[in-house]
């Protein structure tokens, strides 16, 4: 079965420019939470998804987007990016989320660099 | 709001010798859960163990278990029979209902594990 697979793993961008980071889940797991990771800040919960709706959204502003599509699929939009952007971005799947009876699994995720 | 606190920032145990990581938390909720997630250079976070907050027996998988005292909100995280294998940053966790069931992370614990 395959894992949490997040495209890409590596990204560069300038500020003031926007960002799509992509997050494809567990087969058959319908809920998808994105959280960011810095050295000062540590890991901090953005938001999660759950049958095309957003179901909880963590403290960001919102310049921070996701989408999920019908397969479950996960999209992160990051636009006008600030050089405190720059973050490891991890997604995390689980079969409904919203509970803590299904462990969550997560992706490698995508490294973003702000320059 | 929760917090949680990982007061450790580096650890060090030889190998087969055995460590404990710890980790405090501050909630005013009664049924809530505690994690610990391990997280190699590959950056994908792995769960550790697990403990429900109405469960007075400390969970235990393998060579890992914890030692949960609700009443000094504290869940230490013991290695025992340590492996080269388990040199990571561990991560403490808590979640519950009132935050939908988002993870909320302690900074981390960078583990060394020397031959």
């Known amino acids: 079965k395959a894992g949490v697979t997040q495209t890409p793993r590596y990204l560069i961008k300038t500020r003031g420019q926007q960002v799509t980071l992509s997050c494809s889940p567990i087969?058959?797991?319908?809920?998808v939470s994105w959280y960011q990771q810095t050295p000062g800040q540590g890991l901090q919960f953005l938001f999660e998804?759950?049958?095309?709706?957003?179901?909880n959204k963590g403290n960001f502003p919102g310049r921070f987007s996701g989408r999920q599509f019908s397969n479950s699929r996960s999209e992160m939009n990051v636009s006008t990016l600030e050089l405190g952007d720059s973050a490891l971005y991890l997604c995390?799947?689980?079969?409904?989320?919203?509970?803590?009876?299904?462990?969550?699994?997560f992706g490698q995720g995508t490294r973003l660099t702000v320059v | 709001a929760q917090t949680v606190t990982q007061s450790q920032p580096e650890m060090s145990v030889q190998e087969a010798e055995t460590v404990t990581l710890s980790c405090t938390y501050d909630?005013?909720?009664?049924?809530?859960?505690l994690f610990w997630y391990k997280q190699p250079p590959s950056r994908q976070m792995i769960l550790v163990i697990r403990?429900?907050?109405?469960?007075?027996q400390n969970a235990t998988e393998n060579r890992f278990s914890v030692n949960f005292q609700k009443a000094a909100k504290s869940f230490s995280l013991k290695i025992s029979d340590s492996q080269l294998g388990d040199a990571a940053m561990y991560f403490c966790?808590?979640?519950?209902?009132?935050?939908?069931?988002?993870?909320?992370f302690g900074k981390g614990t960078s583990l060394l594990v020397t031959p």
């Open positions: 995390a799947s689980s079969l409904v989320g919203g509970t803590v009876n299904t462990e969550a699994f």
């Open positions: 087969s058959g797991h319908r809920s």
């Open positions: 998804y759950f049958s095309e709706t957003q179901r």
């Open positions: 909630t005013s909720e009664s049924d809530y859960y």
């Open positions: 403990q429900e907050a109405y469960k007075q």
């Open positions: 966790a808590y979640t519950a209902s009132n935050s939908g069931y988002a993870l909320n």
